[in-house]
C-alpha cells in the first residue's frame, strides 16, 4: 500500500515539472518572437533615417557644384571681356603711314604771301597716319623734284587722326622776279615720303587752278606741318 502511494506521488510531480517546463518553455519562445518583431521596426527605421541624410548631403554636393560651375564662367567671362578689350584695344592703337590711299590732297593758291601755294593733306581713313618728311612735287614738264626749305622742319612727325588735315607751303616763283627758267604749269603729282624717307609711288594727281600756276627756279616747299599758318610763314 504504501510503494503504491509513493508511485503515484512521484509519478505526479513528475507531471507536474513536466507542465511546468512545458509553460517556461512557451514564454520563452513568446519573448524571443516578440523580441524579433521588433528588431525590424527598428532597423526599418533606422534605415530610412540613414538615407534621408545622405539625399540631404547630395543635394548640397550638387548646390556647391553648381557653385563652382559660376565661378568658373565667371572668370571665363572675364577673360573673354579681358581679350576683346585687348584685341579693339591693340587695333585702334596702330598708326599707318599716310598715303594717297588713305588721305585726300587739295592745293590752293593765296593771296599772302605772294607766288605761293598751299596744300593741304586730309586724313580720310579710319586709323591716325604719319605725314613723314614732306612732299615730292612733280609739276608738268619739271626736270627735278623741288629742294624743302631746311629750317620749316618740325620737331616731331606730323601725325593725323581721323578727319586732319595737315599742310605744305608751296613757293612757286620768286616775287622779285630774280628766278630762272619761268613758265606755267597746269598738272601737279603728289609723292609721299614713308618712314625711311622715301619717295614711294607714282603720286597722286593734285587739280591745279584752270589757268596753272607760274614757276620757276625758286621753287621750293617746306615739311608737312600741322599748322596752316607755319606752312605759309
Same mark, same amino acid.
Do not use: I, M
Given at each position: 500500500m504504501s510503494d503504491t502511494i509513493f508511485r503515484r506521488r512521484t509519478a505526479l510531480l513528475t507531471a507536474t515539472f513536466a507542465a511546468a517546463a512545458s509553460l517556461a518553455l512557451t514564454a520563452c519562445g513568446t519573448s524571443q518572437d516578440t523580441g524579433a518583431k521588433s528588431t525590424p521596426t527598428v532597423a526599418a527605421d533606422n534605415g530610412i533615417s540613414s538615407t534621408a541624410t545622405p539625399k540631404a548631403d547630395s543635394g548640397d554636393t550638387k548646390a556647391e557644384a553648381s557653385g563652382t560651375d559660376a565661378a568658373v564662367t565667371s572668370k571665363s567671362g572675364g577673360s573673354s571681356t579681358t581679350a576683346k578689350g585687348s584685341s579693339g584695344s591693340k587695333s585702334t592703337s596702330s598708326i599707318v603711314t599716310c598715303t594717297g590711299a588713305n588721305t585726300k590732297v587739295t592745293a590752293q593758291t593765296v593771296s599772302r604771301p605772294l607766288n605761293h601755294l598751299l596744300l593741304t593733306v586730309k586724313n580720310?581713313?579710319?586709323?591716325?597716319?604719319?605725314?613723314?618728311?614732306?612732299?615730292?612735287?612733280?609739276?608738268?614738264?619739271?626736270?627735278?623734284?623741288?629742294? +624743302?626749305?631746311?629750317? /620749316?622742319?618740325? @620737331? #616731331? +612727325?606730323?601725325?593725323? /587722326?581721323?578727319? @586732319? #588735315?595737315g599742310y605744305a607751303g608751296v613757293l612757286l616763283s620768286a616775287a622779285d622776279g630774280s628766278g630762272s627758267g619761268g613758265y606755267t604749269a597746269k598738272t601737279l603729282s603728289v609723292i609721299f615720303q614713308n618712314r625711311s624717307l622715301d619717295f614711294v609711288g607714282s603720286g597722286v594727281k593734285v587739280a591745279l587752278p584752270s589757268k596753272g600756276v607760274y614757276i620757276d627756279s625758286s621753287l621750293t616747299t617746306t615739311y608737312w606741318l600741322t599748322d596752316l599758318q607755319d606752312a605759309l610763314n
Open positions: 580720310t581713313g579710319s586709323r591716325t597716319c604719319y605725314l613723314y618728311g614732306y612732299p615730292a612735287l612733280n609739276f608738268q614738264d619739271a626736270q627735278s623734284v623741288p629742294p +624743302v626749305y631746311k629750317d /620749316s622742319q618740325p @620737331q #616731331s +612727325v606730323t601725325t593725323l /587722326s581721323p578727319g @586732319q #588735315s
